[in-house]
């Protein structure tokens, strides 16, 4: 199966939802502060993504989400939960077990996340 967009755009994508979940009048700049990135990074990521349908930008700079992007940014979200719970019942530490999912959610095969997904229900 084809990934839809880049590991680097699904990290945008989370971010995105997580903070407008905090905040919900979310520019650019927010997206540099919580990343890390140049504004110039961030605003050539941001036309990208506005170009393909996953995020709008109105007349006063607000960021959302369309539903195309939600989509995406919450599968991604919910493997990074899944993954990370699941290491640490397995004894890994809170945040070795956020760095690790962090990585792992962009690649990790479907069945074997359902796999994890399916037994973390289960403990």
Sequence with gaps: MKKEVS???ENYLETILILSKKKPDL??????????????????????????????VDELNHIALT??????AESIY????????????????RDTALKDACKIEHDISNETFECIKKHIKNI
Excluded at 29 to 47: A, F, M, Q, W
Excluded at 67 to 72: M, V, Y
């Design 67 to 72: 539903e195309k992007g939600r989509e995406i």
């Design 78 to 93: 919910e493997r990074h939960n899944i993954i990370s719970e699941f290491f640490m019942a397995i004894g890994v530490s």
């Design 27 to 56: 520019h650019a700049i927010d997206i540099c502060d919580e990343l890390g990135y140049s504004r110039p990074t961030v605003s050539v990521v941001v036309k990208q993504m506005k170009g393909n349908g996953l995020i709008t």
């Design 7 to 9: 590991e680097a755009v």
